[in-house]
């Protein structure tokens, strides 16, 4: 009996023997995944805080000093955006700068959404059109005026002896203060559109095709289709591209006006960003150029919050 006994206490622990002890629990999920987010997005992180956020700050607290050609620094307090406030030269470069910003912003806007929704057609040879639109965007923007320059030249530019060979008078695109500041544009609109020409596309392949079928079923035109369906699905996208070419419209510009106008004629495309970089690297007014380089980033930040009221509340966000 006590073999039988021990065989069935044998047989009873086997089973327990066999289980495996239990482990400490280890991260969880979710723990793991934020985890991961972190250590993908710390790059990038780390890189805004080093080469925008510490500059930003810098250049806020450079703003309440004098900066001399010899490195000296004198506190003058609000003595920069005094000076700012009383210099006509940059409420001058502020006004072309509004003007500029409030024509391309729109111009750039539909020329991209148009192109967009023209590269989105299933047409033979369409690859090529959106490597050929785009191209632009990859050249560098002084490699860009230097050829637009040239082209735009009233002597020997390539637009003026095309209007001479159709019997039209040139003009002095570049030399004109009424139709500078237009070319400065029109060259920019040729270099951003085909970068957001390729966001709207993304856009428009994110709609779901069900939407445009169940529109032709109901016998919708183009124009009907387009007002129901792709611009209110576009919202995102819409809000996205007004952003970032307002901000590149502000901030932006630099290398292209430097290298296709410099600044003339008389101011006429003296962007205030171009103005900045002269009263800091021509003139060595370091804190002078800080102030008003903190006022131009109030200046974006406040545009950037009317953007997203208009994008994303009110009418336009309702689909109306």
Known sequence: MSSVAAQDRA???????????????????????????????????????????????LSIVLSFFQVSG????????????????????????????????????????????????????????????????????????????VLWKFLLDEQVGAVNR????????????????????GCVIAVMVWVMMGYYMIIFLAGLQEIPTEYYEAAKIDGAGPWTTFRTITWPLLRPTSFFVLLMSAVAAITGGLDLVFALTNGGPANGTSLAIFYIYQ???????????????????LIMVICSVVIFKFTRGGRFDDGE
Do not use: H
């Open 279 to 297: 009263q800091a690297f021509g003139f060595g007014e370091y804190g002078y150029a800080s102030a008003m380089g903190s006022f131009l980033v």
């Open 11 to 57: 047989a009873t622990a086997t089973p327990a023997a066999r289980t495996p002890a239990k482990t400490r629990p280890g991260m969880s999920r979710k723990r793991r995944e934020q985890l991961a987010a972190g250590l993908f997005l710390a790059p990038d992180v780390l890189g805004l805080l080093i080469f925008v956020a510490v500059p930003m700050v």
């Open 70 to 145: 010899f490195g000296s620094y004198e506190w003058v307090g609000l003595g920069n955006y005094q000076r700012m406030l009383n210099d006509p030269l940059f409420w001058d470069s502020m006004q072309v700068t509004g003007l500029y910003v409030v024509v391309l912003v729109p111009v750039l806007f539909c020329v991209s959404l148009a192109l967009g929704l023209l590269v989105k057609q299933k047409l033979p040879g369409m690859g090529v059109y959106r490597t050929l639109l785009f191209l632009p965007y990859v050249i560098s923007l002084v490699v860009v005026g």
């Open 162 to 181: 095309s209007l001479r060979a159709l019997g039209l008078e040139g003009e002095s695109w570049l030399g004109d203060p009424t139709l500078a500041l």
